[in-house]
Protein backbone atom coordinates (compact mmCIF):
# COMPACT_ATOMS: atom_id res chain seq x y z
CA UNK A 1 0.00 0.00 0.00
CA UNK A 2 3.02 2.37 0.75
CA UNK A 3 3.72 2.38 -3.29
CA UNK A 4 -0.47 2.49 -4.31
CA UNK A 5 0.19 6.82 -4.98
CA UNK A 6 3.20 5.41 -7.07
CA UNK A 7 0.89 3.32 -9.44
CA UNK A 8 -2.26 4.47 -9.75
CA UNK A 9 -1.98 7.48 -11.91
CA UNK A 10 -0.43 4.70 -14.57
CA UNK A 11 -3.86 3.28 -14.69
CA UNK A 12 -6.05 5.93 -14.48
CA UNK A 13 -3.83 7.72 -17.07
CA UNK A 14 -6.53 8.23 -19.83
CA UNK A 15 -9.38 8.96 -17.33
CA UNK A 16 -6.90 11.54 -15.54
CA UNK A 17 -6.10 13.05 -18.95
CA UNK A 18 -9.52 13.61 -20.46
CA UNK A 19 -10.90 15.15 -16.55
CA UNK A 20 -8.00 17.21 -16.21
CA UNK A 21 -7.18 18.17 -19.73
CA UNK A 22 -2.95 17.59 -19.08
CA UNK A 23 -0.79 15.62 -21.65
CA UNK A 24 0.57 12.16 -20.91
CA UNK A 25 3.93 14.25 -19.85
CA UNK A 26 2.02 15.82 -17.30
CA UNK A 27 0.48 12.11 -16.04
CA UNK A 28 3.85 10.90 -15.91
CA UNK A 29 5.09 14.17 -13.78
CA UNK A 30 2.92 12.90 -11.01
CA UNK A 31 4.91 9.16 -10.93
CA UNK A 32 8.07 10.56 -11.28
CA UNK A 33 7.21 13.29 -8.48
CA UNK A 34 5.82 10.73 -6.33
CA UNK A 35 9.04 8.48 -6.39
CA UNK A 36 11.52 11.61 -6.73
CA UNK A 37 10.02 12.51 -3.38
CA UNK A 38 10.54 9.22 -1.92
CA UNK A 39 14.13 8.99 -3.35
CA UNK A 40 14.72 12.40 -1.79
CA UNK A 41 13.96 11.41 1.49
CA UNK A 42 15.15 7.87 1.33
CA UNK A 43 18.17 9.01 3.32
CA UNK A 44 16.23 11.00 6.02
CA UNK A 45 13.74 8.48 6.36
CA UNK A 46 17.33 5.86 7.18
CA UNK A 47 17.96 7.44 10.07
CA UNK A 48 14.48 8.75 10.96
CA UNK A 49 13.98 4.91 11.46
CA UNK A 50 17.13 3.78 13.24
CA UNK A 51 15.82 6.59 15.74
CA UNK A 52 11.98 5.98 16.30
CA UNK A 53 11.99 1.98 15.13
CA UNK A 54 9.96 0.17 12.19
CA UNK A 55 6.65 -0.48 13.49
CA UNK A 56 6.68 3.63 14.53
CA UNK A 57 8.16 4.53 10.71
CA UNK A 58 5.95 2.05 8.82
CA UNK A 59 2.85 3.49 10.84
CA UNK A 60 3.31 6.27 9.85
CA UNK A 61 3.69 5.86 6.16
CA UNK A 62 0.15 3.91 5.93
CA UNK A 63 -1.28 7.22 7.66
CA UNK A 64 0.36 9.63 5.07
CA UNK A 65 -1.00 7.09 1.75
CA UNK A 66 -4.36 7.46 3.69
CA UNK A 67 -4.37 11.42 4.14
CA UNK A 68 -2.75 12.03 0.57
CA UNK A 69 -5.48 9.64 -1.32
CA UNK A 70 -8.31 11.71 0.52
CA UNK A 71 -7.37 14.95 -0.26
CA UNK A 72 -6.75 14.11 -3.89
CA UNK A 73 -10.35 12.69 -3.67
CA UNK A 74 -11.65 15.57 -2.44
CA UNK A 75 -10.18 18.36 -4.22
CA UNK A 76 -9.61 16.32 -7.67
CA UNK A 77 -7.41 19.28 -9.38
CA UNK A 78 -3.91 18.31 -10.77
CA UNK A 79 -2.33 20.45 -7.91
CA UNK A 80 -3.30 18.05 -5.73
CA UNK A 81 -2.16 15.16 -7.40
CA UNK A 82 1.13 16.85 -7.35
CA UNK A 83 0.88 17.63 -3.35
CA UNK A 84 -0.52 14.35 -2.73
CA UNK A 85 2.32 12.86 -4.63
CA UNK A 86 5.19 14.26 -2.80
CA UNK A 87 3.54 13.51 0.83
CA UNK A 88 2.46 10.05 -0.47
CA UNK A 89 6.19 9.38 -2.06
CA UNK A 90 8.18 10.65 1.31
CA UNK A 91 5.98 8.36 3.28
CA UNK A 92 7.14 5.96 1.38
CA UNK A 93 10.54 6.21 1.61
CA UNK A 94 9.93 5.24 5.79
CA UNK A 95 8.12 2.18 4.20
CA UNK A 96 11.21 1.00 2.41
CA UNK A 97 13.70 1.73 5.43
CA UNK A 98 11.71 0.60 8.11
CA UNK A 99 10.54 -2.83 7.09
CA UNK A 100 13.98 -3.50 5.30
CA UNK A 101 15.13 -2.78 9.04
CA UNK A 102 12.45 -4.99 10.69
CA UNK A 103 13.82 -7.93 8.42
CA UNK A 104 16.94 -7.35 8.70
CA UNK A 105 16.32 -7.89 12.53
CA UNK A 106 14.02 -10.93 12.14
CA UNK A 107 15.41 -13.45 9.18
CA UNK A 108 19.12 -14.92 9.13
CA UNK A 109 21.29 -14.84 6.35
CA UNK A 110 20.54 -17.82 4.92
CA UNK A 111 17.16 -16.81 4.04
CA UNK A 112 16.96 -12.91 3.16
CA UNK A 113 16.61 -13.04 -0.14
CA UNK A 114 13.50 -15.04 0.08
CA UNK A 115 12.17 -12.80 2.53
CA UNK A 116 13.17 -9.61 1.03
CA UNK A 117 10.82 -10.76 -2.30
CA UNK A 118 8.03 -11.36 -0.43
CA UNK A 119 8.39 -8.23 1.05
CA UNK A 120 8.59 -6.72 -1.81
CA UNK A 121 6.00 -9.00 -3.51
CA UNK A 122 3.84 -6.79 -1.78
CA UNK A 123 4.05 -3.82 -4.40
CA UNK A 124 3.35 -5.86 -7.55
CA UNK A 125 0.17 -7.65 -5.59
CA UNK A 126 -1.18 -4.14 -4.81
CA UNK A 127 -0.30 -3.56 -8.25
CA UNK A 128 -2.14 -6.41 -10.19
CA UNK A 129 -5.22 -5.67 -7.91
CA UNK A 130 -5.01 -1.89 -8.93
CA UNK A 131 -4.56 -2.48 -12.91
CA UNK A 132 -7.34 -4.89 -13.25
CA UNK A 133 -9.76 -3.14 -11.23
CA UNK A 134 -8.57 0.94 -11.39
CA UNK A 135 -9.61 1.75 -15.09
CA UNK A 136 -12.75 -0.45 -15.26
CA UNK A 137 -13.63 1.23 -11.69
CA UNK A 138 -12.93 4.58 -13.31
CA UNK A 139 -15.24 4.23 -15.93
CA UNK A 140 -17.94 2.97 -14.20
CA UNK A 141 -17.99 5.41 -11.00
CA UNK A 142 -14.88 7.87 -11.05
CA UNK A 143 -11.61 8.33 -10.41
CA UNK A 144 -11.80 9.94 -7.10
CA UNK A 145 -14.08 7.26 -5.55
CA UNK A 146 -10.56 5.10 -6.44
CA UNK A 147 -8.69 7.06 -4.44
CA UNK A 148 -11.26 7.22 -1.39
CA UNK A 149 -11.37 2.92 -1.46
CA UNK A 150 -7.13 3.27 -1.30
CA UNK A 151 -7.37 5.78 1.48
CA UNK A 152 -9.54 3.19 3.32
CA UNK A 153 -7.32 -0.02 2.62
CA UNK A 154 -4.24 2.75 3.83
CA UNK A 155 -5.94 2.95 7.26
CA UNK A 156 -6.35 -0.06 7.86
CA UNK A 157 -3.54 -1.38 7.12
CA UNK A 158 -1.86 1.25 9.18
CA UNK A 159 -3.28 -0.24 12.15
CA UNK A 160 -2.34 -3.70 11.73
CA UNK A 161 1.12 -2.29 10.75
CA UNK A 162 1.44 -1.13 14.26
CA UNK A 163 0.08 -4.33 16.01
CA UNK A 164 2.35 -6.85 13.81
CA UNK A 165 6.23 -5.20 13.05
CA UNK A 166 8.36 -5.15 16.20
CA UNK A 167 10.25 -2.12 17.67
CA UNK A 168 13.30 -2.98 15.50
CA UNK A 169 16.29 -0.20 15.71
CA UNK A 170 19.84 -0.48 13.68
CA UNK A 171 22.61 -1.04 15.47
CA UNK A 172 24.01 2.64 14.84
CA UNK A 173 20.96 3.70 18.00
CA UNK A 174 22.92 1.75 20.72
CA UNK A 175 24.84 4.83 21.63
CA UNK A 176 28.34 4.16 19.77
CA UNK A 177 29.50 5.59 16.88
CA UNK A 178 28.16 4.24 13.35
CA UNK A 179 30.08 1.90 11.67
CA UNK A 180 31.28 3.52 8.49
CA UNK A 181 29.31 1.84 5.38
CA UNK A 182 31.58 0.12 3.27
CA UNK A 183 34.01 2.55 0.76
CA UNK A 184 32.24 3.51 -2.32
CA UNK A 185 28.68 2.31 -1.75
CA UNK A 186 27.58 5.32 -3.67
CA UNK A 187 27.71 2.59 -6.70
CA UNK A 188 24.34 0.83 -5.25
CA UNK A 189 22.69 4.03 -5.25
CA UNK A 190 23.60 4.46 -8.94
CA UNK A 191 22.96 1.16 -10.39
CA UNK A 192 19.67 1.29 -8.53
CA UNK A 193 18.85 4.36 -10.04
CA UNK A 194 19.69 2.96 -13.89
CA UNK A 195 17.77 -0.33 -12.58
CA UNK A 196 14.36 1.70 -12.13
CA UNK A 197 14.85 3.98 -14.83
CA UNK A 198 14.79 1.11 -17.55
CA UNK A 199 12.40 -0.87 -16.28
CA UNK A 200 9.80 1.82 -14.57
CA UNK A 201 7.71 2.04 -18.19
CA UNK A 202 6.56 -1.51 -18.20
CA UNK A 203 4.73 -0.87 -14.79
CA UNK A 204 3.89 2.88 -15.64
CA UNK A 205 3.33 2.79 -19.52
CA UNK A 206 2.54 -0.30 -21.15
CA UNK A 207 -1.42 0.09 -20.31
CA UNK A 208 -1.31 3.16 -22.28
CA UNK A 209 0.79 1.72 -24.91
CA UNK A 210 -1.73 -1.22 -25.57
CA UNK A 211 -4.60 1.39 -25.55
CA UNK A 212 -3.36 4.17 -28.06
CA UNK A 213 -0.62 1.87 -30.26
CA UNK A 214 -2.30 -1.02 -30.33
CA UNK A 215 -6.53 -0.14 -29.93
CA UNK A 216 -6.72 -2.13 -27.04
CA UNK A 217 -9.77 -1.71 -24.64
CA UNK A 218 -8.54 -0.85 -21.44
CA UNK A 219 -10.19 -3.48 -19.47
CA UNK A 220 -8.12 -5.77 -21.44
CA UNK A 221 -5.24 -3.44 -21.00
CA UNK A 222 -5.56 -3.30 -17.48
CA UNK A 223 -6.00 -7.11 -17.66
CA UNK A 224 -2.89 -8.21 -19.48
CA UNK A 225 -0.98 -5.99 -16.83
CA UNK A 226 -2.75 -7.78 -14.16
CA UNK A 227 -1.84 -11.01 -15.30
CA UNK A 228 1.98 -9.88 -15.91
CA UNK A 229 2.28 -8.06 -12.36
CA UNK A 230 0.86 -11.57 -11.09
CA UNK A 231 3.24 -13.71 -12.72
CA UNK A 232 6.06 -11.40 -11.32
CA UNK A 233 5.14 -12.05 -7.92
CA UNK A 234 5.08 -16.12 -8.46
CA UNK A 235 8.46 -15.49 -10.30
CA UNK A 236 9.69 -12.64 -7.90
CA UNK A 237 9.20 -15.40 -4.96
CA UNK A 238 10.44 -18.23 -7.25
CA UNK A 239 13.67 -16.18 -7.35
CA UNK A 240 14.28 -15.28 -3.77
CA UNK A 241 14.92 -19.21 -3.02
CA UNK A 242 17.28 -19.31 -5.80
CA UNK A 243 18.77 -16.22 -4.85
CA UNK A 244 19.58 -17.68 -1.01
CA UNK A 245 20.40 -20.80 -2.44
CA UNK A 246 23.67 -19.23 -4.21
CA UNK A 247 24.75 -17.53 -1.51
CA UNK A 248 25.88 -14.17 -0.69
CA UNK A 249 28.39 -13.91 -3.48
CA UNK A 250 26.02 -14.68 -6.20
CA UNK A 251 23.41 -12.21 -5.78
CA UNK A 252 24.83 -9.04 -7.50
CA UNK A 253 25.47 -11.51 -10.31
CA UNK A 254 22.05 -12.62 -10.42
CA UNK A 255 20.78 -9.12 -10.80
CA UNK A 256 23.02 -8.53 -13.78
CA UNK A 257 21.32 -11.29 -15.23
CA UNK A 258 17.31 -10.57 -14.72
CA UNK A 259 18.26 -7.24 -15.63
CA UNK A 260 19.97 -8.63 -18.88
CA UNK A 261 16.57 -10.51 -19.73
CA UNK A 262 14.49 -7.08 -18.95
CA UNK A 263 16.48 -5.91 -22.41
CA UNK A 264 15.09 -8.20 -24.16
CA UNK A 265 11.94 -7.88 -22.55
CA UNK A 266 11.25 -4.22 -23.79
CA UNK A 267 12.73 -5.36 -27.01
CA UNK A 268 9.45 -7.83 -27.42
CA UNK A 269 7.26 -4.82 -26.26
CA UNK A 270 8.55 -2.44 -28.87
CA UNK A 271 7.77 -5.53 -31.50
CA UNK A 272 4.15 -5.42 -30.45
CA UNK A 273 3.24 -2.79 -32.96
CA UNK A 274 4.41 -5.07 -35.95
CA UNK A 275 3.38 -8.32 -34.42
CA UNK A 276 0.71 -7.57 -32.18
CA UNK A 277 -0.42 -7.60 -28.57
CA UNK A 278 0.45 -11.15 -27.95
CA UNK A 279 4.17 -10.24 -28.07
CA UNK A 280 3.63 -7.84 -25.98
CA UNK A 281 1.82 -9.82 -23.39
CA UNK A 282 4.88 -12.02 -23.42
CA UNK A 283 7.26 -9.36 -23.39
CA UNK A 284 5.50 -7.04 -20.62
CA UNK A 285 5.25 -10.81 -18.41
CA UNK A 286 9.10 -11.31 -19.17
CA UNK A 287 10.18 -7.74 -17.94
CA UNK A 288 7.95 -7.01 -15.02
CA UNK A 289 8.93 -10.49 -13.72
CA UNK A 290 12.99 -10.23 -13.94
CA UNK A 291 12.56 -6.31 -12.64
CA UNK A 292 10.68 -7.81 -9.45
CA UNK A 293 13.16 -10.58 -8.82
CA UNK A 294 16.16 -7.86 -9.39
CA UNK A 295 14.68 -5.79 -6.93
CA UNK A 296 13.64 -8.41 -4.08
CA UNK A 297 17.36 -9.78 -4.85
CA UNK A 298 19.24 -6.46 -4.65
CA UNK A 299 17.34 -5.37 -1.36
CA UNK A 300 18.91 -8.76 0.22
CA UNK A 301 22.49 -7.28 -1.63
CA UNK A 302 21.74 -3.93 0.62
CA UNK A 303 21.70 -6.19 3.88
CA UNK A 304 24.57 -8.24 2.60
CA UNK A 305 26.77 -5.19 1.81
CA UNK A 306 26.27 -3.53 4.92
CA UNK A 307 24.68 -5.70 7.74
CA UNK A 308 25.32 -3.19 10.78
CA UNK A 309 23.92 0.04 8.72
CA UNK A 310 20.85 -1.29 7.12
CA UNK A 311 18.95 2.17 7.05
CA UNK A 312 21.62 4.28 6.00
CA UNK A 313 22.30 1.43 3.52
CA UNK A 314 19.02 1.69 2.56
CA UNK A 315 18.41 5.04 2.39
CA UNK A 316 21.38 5.41 -0.15
CA UNK A 317 20.53 2.82 -2.41
CA UNK A 318 16.69 3.54 -2.58
CA UNK A 319 17.36 7.88 -3.25
CA UNK A 320 19.09 6.51 -6.11
CA UNK A 321 16.27 4.10 -7.08
CA UNK A 322 13.24 6.40 -6.70
CA UNK A 323 15.44 9.43 -8.66
CA UNK A 324 14.99 6.94 -11.27
CA UNK A 325 11.42 6.91 -11.34
CA UNK A 326 11.25 10.87 -10.83
CA UNK A 327 12.91 10.79 -14.36
CA UNK A 328 11.51 8.12 -16.26
CA UNK A 329 7.94 8.50 -16.18
CA UNK A 330 7.98 12.09 -16.86
CA UNK A 331 10.80 11.93 -19.53
CA UNK A 332 9.25 8.73 -21.29
CA UNK A 333 5.57 10.53 -21.41
CA UNK A 334 7.05 13.67 -22.28
CA UNK A 335 8.89 12.28 -25.62
CA UNK A 336 6.22 10.15 -26.27
CA UNK A 337 4.33 13.51 -27.02
CA UNK A 338 7.25 15.11 -28.73
CA UNK A 339 7.66 12.27 -31.07
CA UNK A 340 3.77 11.26 -30.83
CA UNK A 341 5.38 7.72 -30.90
CA UNK A 342 6.26 5.26 -28.06
CA UNK A 343 9.19 3.77 -30.00
CA UNK A 344 11.61 6.00 -29.42
CA UNK A 345 10.75 6.01 -25.37
CA UNK A 346 11.59 2.17 -25.50
CA UNK A 347 14.66 2.46 -27.11
CA UNK A 348 15.99 4.68 -24.52
CA UNK A 349 14.74 2.66 -21.50
CA UNK A 350 16.70 -0.54 -23.94
CA UNK A 351 18.99 1.89 -23.38
CA UNK A 352 19.43 2.50 -19.78
CA UNK A 353 18.63 -1.19 -18.72
CA UNK A 354 21.94 -2.10 -20.88
CA UNK A 355 23.87 0.89 -19.15
CA UNK A 356 22.50 -0.82 -15.48
CA UNK A 357 24.17 -4.09 -16.21
CA UNK A 358 27.14 -2.94 -15.74
CA UNK A 359 26.64 -0.47 -12.89
CA UNK A 360 25.49 -3.70 -10.91
CA UNK A 361 28.79 -5.27 -12.37
CA UNK A 362 30.73 -2.16 -10.45
CA UNK A 363 28.53 -2.30 -7.10
CA UNK A 364 29.11 -6.01 -7.05
CA UNK A 365 33.07 -5.12 -6.33
CA UNK A 366 32.20 -3.48 -3.16
CA UNK A 367 33.58 -4.78 -0.07
CA UNK A 368 31.21 -5.83 2.76
CA UNK A 369 30.78 -4.00 6.23
CA UNK A 370 33.21 -5.08 8.86
CA UNK A 371 33.05 -4.60 12.48
Known amino acids: MGASLGFIPG ?41 FGARNVATINMLLVAGSSLLIAFFHTYAMWIIGSVVGGMGY ?20 ALAMSVKTSGVPLMATIAAAITPWAANVWSWERVLVFNAIVAAISGIFT ?13 GSAPIPLPKDFYWFGIAAFLL ?3 SQPLYSWTVSYLEESL ?3 ASLSGGIMAIASFTGVIVMICNGVWADRLGELKRIPLVMLLLSVSALSVCLVIL ?3 LGTFIVVIGLTLGVSTQLAAIGTMHAAVIDKAPKSVGRATGITMTGYYLGALVTPAGFGLLVDISDTYIYSWLATLVILITAVGAWHRAGKVQTQRD
Open 11 to 51: FLATALSEDLDVSRGMIGLIVGIYFGATGIGSIPAGRFTDK
Open 93 to 112: ALGNTSTNVAIGHAVPLERR
Open 162 to 174: YFVLDDDRSESTT
Open 196 to 198: IGG
Open 215 to 217: NAP
Open 272 to 274: GTI
